[in-house]
């Protein structure tokens, strides 16, 4: 059975960790994944959407399409999975007109509608979507990254040798013009200090010493592993409350400890103390930085703790299996998905280095019951099918 993935690109961040990521997932249950380019001209487009009735399912991916655009891929698609990783129902963080857009949220509202399921990458973004069509289409599916294509942080610098890292795209850089007092400060407190930007664009920091690293897909793991101490600040408003978090969790599988500011997938994902350390005032991010540039070992345990929090609530391996058992619960045309396809996602225990299960609930209305996390494949095994 095909499944087609309309998408930004193959190599968009997305597609590559939210759909790319899985074809072995897929591919395990007989479904096999193809990934295409939204065609830009209106010709090419039109033909592209009628041609998707050759597909047994079509993943539409965050795009909003005009509505006669969405009518015509509803009409050609057998079935329909919408999958979203951002608050596109609205504009971003540093538009310059308010945030609130009726006719973004009215194209979101028929997307979903129109959809036989939505997948959304946060709790966020699933109870927005569920206000709008209801519990029994939507599923939480966290972008995932998989620890074992990271190897761990070394770990072995200290005092101002330490080097932060960012990683990200150039339209996200405007996040580093918004923490520049923060960085300013651990920089004259510790003279010397680097910050390695993984990007396909650098920014002045002022006081900091910022070393640009040209971003690829097969350097950023190394690139990552080269640095100490990961770094993520968000605006506080709903756009960043529909963020999922994968800069956090690369700098985790990556081994690193993460300061960040408690805003969105930031509280959700660095446990103060545990996995990183909370900090809003310049003051704070000072502190933060300094404590963790002058002890290596403190980084070692945060960051491991970290890695162990992704390998069994964020990696590949274990979502993977929940992924296409969603899809091929779709194509079989069960609007409801099993229990399989509804399992709750673990949650990491980070002082017994354990695991429990969330609830995973929209709105009051939890999934089914839990199977046992056995039953998906980890580590080397699940590095094996890739």
């Not at 965050?62 to 608050?87: E, H, N």
């Amino acid at each position: 059975m095909k499944v087609l993935a309309l998408t930004e690109g193959p190599d968009s961040v997305c597609c590559r960790y939210r759909i790319s990521a899985f074809a072995w997932a897929l591919a395990e249950r007989g479904l096999y994944l193809d990934v295409a380019s939204l065609r830009k001209d209106p010709v090419g487009r039109v033909r592209q959407l009628v041609a998707a009735r050759r597909a047994d399912v079509v993943i539409l991916q965050r795009k909003l399409l005009p509505t006669w655009q969405l009518l015509l891929l509803r009409r050609s698609a057998r079935r329909l999975i919408y999958d979203v990783d951002d608050a596109v129902f609205q504009r971003d963080s540093y538009s310059r007109k308010p945030p609130e857009s009726w006719s973004r949220t009215a194209r979101f509202w028929a997307t979903v509608y129109a959809a036989d399921a939505v997948v959304t990458g946060n709790d966020y973004l699933g109870r927005f979507a569920t206000g709008l069509v209801g519990p029994e289409r939507v599923r939480r599916i966290p972008t995932c990254v998989e620890p074992n294509w990271y190897l761990p942080a070394w770990h072995y610098r200290t005092g101002p040798a330490a080097r932060l890292v960012w990683i990200g795209q150039s339209s996200t850089l405007a996040s580093l013009d918004r923490v520049r007092p923060q960085l300013a400060a651990a920089a004259r407190r510790l003279p010397g200090l680097q910050l390695r930007l993984i990007c396909d664009r650098s920014i002045e920091l002022g006081p900091l010493d910022v070393v640009p690293r040209r971003w690829s897909s097969g350097a950023e793991a190394d690139e990552l592993a080269d640095g100490d101490v990961g770094i993520n600040w968000l605006p506080d408003d709903s756009w960043s409350r529909g963020k999922c978090g994968l800069r956090v969790l690369q700098y985790m599988a990556a081994g690193l400890p993460v300061v960040a500011n408690p805003v969105g997938a930031n509280r959700e994902m660095v446990i103060h103390g545990h996995t990183g350390l909370l900090a809003s005032t310049p003051r704070e991010w000072s502190d933060a930085i300094a404590r963790l540039a002058a002890d290596p070992q403190l980084r070692r345990k945060l960051g491991a703790a970290g890695r162990r929090m992704v390998q069994h609530q964020y990696s590949v391996a274990a979502w993977g299996p929940r992924f296409a058992e969603l899809v091929a619960s779709v194509v079989r045309g069960n609007k409801e998905i099993d229990s399989r396809g509804s399992l709750r996602e673990p949650t990491f225990c980070p002082r017994k280095g354990c695991e429990s299960f969330g609830n995973n609930l929209y709105d009051g209305h939890p999934s089914p019951s839990i199977q046992s996390i056995s039953d998906f494949p980890t580590g080397s095994e699940a590095h094996r099918t890739h």
